[in-house]
């Protein structure tokens, strides 16, 4: 599937990334330190796509690092320090763990825009870090809407396994607590659980064994669509694709069309374009001095086979409207 404003060179993205508005405007550009997690990840690449759209529109100068692997903690905090020595008017943080970038950050004085990852409240108080606003999914409310979703699926007693992400990665949990919230009171029991570090291939041998260990499971949940694409395969391979129901979560081109066609039953899309949109925008408003809220949730949606071609079609963009406070803020004059 080919899916418009999908194509895009990931190994390209490894080295900086410059993005620079019309020579001379008014005000000055915003100069921009974007640091993301690693661009193997579809998610990960429509954040990075959100940004540099949203760079261009808003006449900013973005520079634009991510890490090598969502296992490079050091390299994502070496390219942050990097950014700080440029002395940046703003910098995005999309970390791969919730303290990796804490010790890079300290002593940054311009707005901080923690994307997508949380980084530690605690950590960040410590380190005097002037984090202005974070701008990502309400992991448990998302892990709820799949929880919900596999619950109307599968009839009472149903089995379930969970894949999780990385063992230390804060959405991952989240969104596996939001999971077993939703499914709370529905009589369906969780049986197993992993985790398989956002990994595809891993996903699918993780969910191989659970298949092999429960013979009488009834249901996958993945806490990101690549890893529900790995336990699709699986079950495939095990000749149950339909009767064993698979929940993904964040909405990417493939598995959007693995919904489609059925190999995967539904997904809570998070809509990292506008994450990536969002996240700029609040810099720049931020580097100008307004107030920004202390956090905003992304905009995320249940895709399903029903509404599913109209998510392929709008892709990049949410196919429901949202609100969108920074671009408010900037409205002001």
Known sequence: MHVKGWSIAVAALSAVLLFGGVAG?????VRIGVVLNALDNPFFVT???????????????????AAASNADLTGQAAHVRSLVRARNDCYVVNPITSTNLVSALRGVARPIVNLDSPIDQTAARRARLPIR?????????AGKIAGSKMASLLKRGGRVALIGGLADNVNSGL??????????????????????????????????EMLRDNPRLSGFFAASDL??????????????????????????????DAV???????????????????????CVAAARGSKLPTRVDAPIAIVT???????????PHPFRPYSDPFKEILKRP
Request: hydrophobic letters at 45%.
């Open 260 to 282: 489609r066609l059925g190999s995967i039953d539904a997904t809570v899309s998070q809509d990292p374009y506008v994450m990536g949109q969002m996240a700029i925008e609040a």
């Open 305 to 315: 086979k029903a509404n599913a071609p109209r998510a392929i079609a709008g892709f």
């Open 133 to 141: 606003t974070y701008i990502g999914t309400n992991d448990v409310a």
């Open 227 to 256: 890893m529900a694409l790995g336990a699709a395969d699986a079950v495939r391979a095990a000749g149950k694709t339909g009767r064993v129901k698979i929940v993904g979560m964040d909405g990417i081109p493939e598995a959007l």
């Open 175 to 208: 969104r596996l607590r939001g999971f077993e919230r939703g499914i709370h009171g529905a009589g369906l029991k969780v049986v197993a659980r992993s985790n398989a570090d956002y990994r595809r291939t891993k996903a699918q041998i993780v969910a191989q």
């Open 25 to 29: 405007a008014k005000p000055a550009p």
């Open 47 to 65: 954040i990075y796509e959100g940004v540099r759209v949203e760079t261009n529109r808003r006449g900013a100068r973005a520079s634009i690092r």
